[in-house]
């Protein structure tokens, strides 16, 4: 399977997920040859070894892919008293998932043009992923996009960053139910296989291999800029983590020869993976609500992908795991001589309290606001790096999306961004919705049925 139909499948006939067949090696001298790129161009030299796009094309869609970014580096790095930053959020919703979505809506657009079919895509959001994902497909032709939140339960501003957008191939929905009806609508109408086929309805959640390519670009760029300003040879990189995308794609930079000596995967208080990474037992316990909602999550939709590198790239073992987990056992790795699970790979998880800390101290020292996101990995970071190597840590949000913990970590209201302050003042549109499937079926057929009558005459 080539990487278009990697990117149109999601997943693998047996329900799998999917990984390119080698990893490419880069060697240092390139590595000094990447430095002084642009971040397109390096993107450009990453992604040109993993896909089967015309080099001018590949080109063509990266740029259009970063044209929105708000910041000519893309992802800038700053330096903040004793740690490195790693600004992801200079997107269109002012969250790093903004980098995977941008590429993926083009890649699609880009593999449906040429293939004159269309795509319509369910998701469902608890947040950050949902605006995310509308903005990487708003007005693009081919796609339609029905984005379900569970009615009251995402934050206002969320749900205005979703609603606000009118183009014709945006559907917001509201569900009268959970995130977790939502979800459970959304594996409802894909077992319908008929449906899903007739409709050519797709994804765009977190195992899209796409989505995880697009997150290995910043780690070479991160890691670059810190080697320069520093004169460091090797880096070590905090990473706020919940589904495993984000740190899985610097698992692999690290595999591609990327000089990061630890990875240092940082949770919340739903810590399923910094336990896993302290003892090798991978244990599912219930999801509590924190002040970094994005990375509330009971299950890591990419640790699959892990366990293959880790188990020796052996398929069927892994599959063996993953039956074992989904019946609810234990998935265990025993720590090596040395204690570690992973020899790359530190974890540790931050409480709310040492998150409001985090907040509040980098604001007072240096007057620099962190998201609660990326306060759990700066707090987690300085506690677990080594002095002797710098330490970049990923922002993973633009602290205004998450204003009430500012104010409560600084008594002040001070994290505003003007794209979110005009949301007030913008119409809406959303469509409210009772949690049963048979009525997103028919919503969905309503809305795609006269196009597809079109296509049979
Ligand atoms: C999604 C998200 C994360 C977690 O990233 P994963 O790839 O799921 O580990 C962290 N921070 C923010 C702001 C996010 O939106």
New binding site residues.
Partial sequence: MGFQDAVMTGMSRDGGLLLPESIPLVSAGQLRDWAGLSYQDLAFEIMNLFTDFDPVELRRIIASSYESFRHPDITPVVEVGDVHILELFHGPTL???DIALQFLGNVFEHILARSGKELNILAATSG??GSAAIYGVRGRKGIRIYVMHPEGRVSPVQERQMTSVLDDNVFNIAIDGTFDDCQNILKATFQDLDLKDDYSLGTVN?INWARVLAQIVYYFHGVSQVQKSTGAKRVQVS?????????FAGYLAVQMGLPISTLILATNENDILSRFFKSGDYERRSVSSTL?P??D?QI?S?FERYLYYRTGEDGCRVADLMAQFSEGKNICIPPDSDGRVDPLIQADQADSAATLATISDMYKEHGYLL?P?TAVGVHVGRSLRSPDEPLLCLA??HPAKFGDAIEQATGEDLAHHSLLDVLDDLPTRCTRMPADSAAIRDFLIETIAPRVEKNLN
């Fill in positions: 969250a790093f998932k950050d992923t977190s990473v706020p983590t919940g589904n495993f995308g984000d740190i970094s994005s990375m999550i890591a990419n998201d996101h993973t949000a």
